[in-house]
Every structure is written in C-alpha cells, then in structure tokens.
C-alpha cells in the first residue's frame, strides 16, 4: 500500500492549491481557516503541529495491514486483530444507536468537503465535512459516481429492511451492522482503502446514523 506516496501527493496538491489561492486574495467568508494558519501547518510539515501530528504516525491496525501487499496475503490471524482493534473503536451516538434522518445523511454522503487536511482541524463551519461517498460508489439511481467500492443502489432492500421490521430487533442489528461499516470500515473489511470515517472524526455519531438511515430506511431515495 502506498500511503507515504498518497500523502506526499495531496500534501504537494495542497500546496499548490494554497499558493494559488493566497494570490486570488477573496475576500474572506466566515469558517474560512486564516492564512496565517494555513501556512503555519504548510510549514510544520505535518510533523510537529500538535493537530496534525497524530497522521504521520501509524496506528496498530494500519502496521499490521502495512505488512502485506493485499488482504488476500493477509493471514486469519491479523485479519482479525485488525477486525477486533477496528471493532472496539467503534462510538455509538451519546443516547444509543437510532434511526437517524435520512435527508439530513443524503447532504453529507454528497458534500466533497470532508477529511481535507489543512480545512479540518481549524474550520467552524460546520458544513466543513462530509463522506464524499460518490467518489467510490454508485448510490442513488442516475447519479454518477465511482465504481473502486460496491454499487449501493437498494442497498436497505438488499439487507431486508422493511417498514415492518425496521425496529424489530432483527432490523435494529443490520442498522447496527452497517453503522459499524460507515464508522470504521475496517471492523468489516479490514484493511479497506474506504475511509474510516468516524475513527478519524470525520464524522460524528449522529452524522452516521443519518447516513446509515439514507442507505437503510425504506423510504430513502437509495431504496426507491
Ligand atoms: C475511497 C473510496 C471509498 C469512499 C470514499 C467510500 N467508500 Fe464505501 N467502500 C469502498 C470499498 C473499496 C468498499 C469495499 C470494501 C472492501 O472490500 O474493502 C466499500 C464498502 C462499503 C460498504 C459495504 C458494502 C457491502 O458490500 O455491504 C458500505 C455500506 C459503504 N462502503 C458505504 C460508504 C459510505 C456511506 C461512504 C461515504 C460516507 C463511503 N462508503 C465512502 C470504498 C469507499
């Protein structure tokens, strides 16, 4: 896997993207990160803002997936202690797992603007993140999107959620299956290039839960 490379590469991106815009000099929208700390992450390199630093440095699960050049390689062993390090971070909204919006999951599986490495971290604005979910996958019917991850069309009829059985037990877990897919996809499919999103903080609980109900609910575009 080549993360350094991707790193590097976004890193360099950035850079670019920054300098272009420092000459553009607009005027300044409330939520805009200031310059000054943009550059100042620019210049740490990552390796010594307190707010960055935690990236340049490996988790356990990630060493273990470094170690092979495809989960294929990977032997039963540390499959599942990724699967188990990825499962216990797994962080479930503050009053329990629930149905969340769909509508309001719609907007943040379409918003491009999540996991950016100089907007998140000092952006207020809290439209500053989302799942990017079309780069990698198809979802509602007509929309364009990627095709590295599984089409997602009917994704809740394909599980078997009814309006029914939605809040049975048995729809209760395969809400909680998923969730536990969109939070930390490695609990699921270890070693994943899908993000793990709520590992990260890239999105919250409830961002999840509204998420997992576009994918689920009966009533969801996904599933018309
Ligand atoms: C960088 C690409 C990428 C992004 C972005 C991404 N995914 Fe994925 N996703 C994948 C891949 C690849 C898989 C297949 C898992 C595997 O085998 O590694 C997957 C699998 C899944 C699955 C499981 C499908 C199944 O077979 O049951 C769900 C659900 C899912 N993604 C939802 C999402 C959602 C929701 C978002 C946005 C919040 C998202 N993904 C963003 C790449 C991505």
Excluded at 118 to 135: I, R, V
Excluded at 179 to 196: D, E, G, L
Aim: positive net charge; hydrophobic residues 30%.
């Amino acid at each position: 896997m080549k993360k350094t490379t991707l790193l590097i590469g976004l890193s360099t991106l950035f850079f670019v993207y920054a300098e272009a815009q420092q000459k553009k000099a607009q005027p300044k929208k409330e939520g805009t990160p200031k310059q000054e700390d943009t550059l100042q992450v620019i210049k740490s390199g990552l390796s010594s803002d307190p707010a960055f630093v935690w990236k340049t440095n490996q988790d356990e699960a990630q060493a273990i997936c470094s170690k092979y050049r495809s989960r294929e390689e990977m032997p039963g062993k540390d499959l599942q202690k990724v699967i188990q390090l990825s499962q216990a971070d797994v962080k479930y909204p503050q009053y329990g797992l629930y149905w969340g919006d769909w509508k309001e999951g719609k907007k943040v599986v379409e918003s491009p603007r999540g996991g950016r490495f100089a907007g998140y971290g000092f952006s207020d604005n809290p439209m500053d993140k989302g799942g990017n979910c079309y780069a990698c996958h198809l979802i509602e019917k007509g929309v364009p999107g990627g095709t590295m991850g599984p089409n997602l069309y009917q994704y809740g009829k394909r599980w078997g959620v009814t309006k029914e059985n939605m809040n049975t037990p048995e729809g209760m877990e395969k809400l909680r299956a998923v969730y536990n897919i969109v939070y930390n996809s490695w609990s699921a499919f270890p070693c994943s290039s899908m993000p793990r999103f709520g590992y990260h903080g890239g999105l919250s609980p409830n961002d999840v839960a509204n998420i997992v109900a576009f994918l689920l609910h009966p009533e969801s575009p996904v599933n018309k």
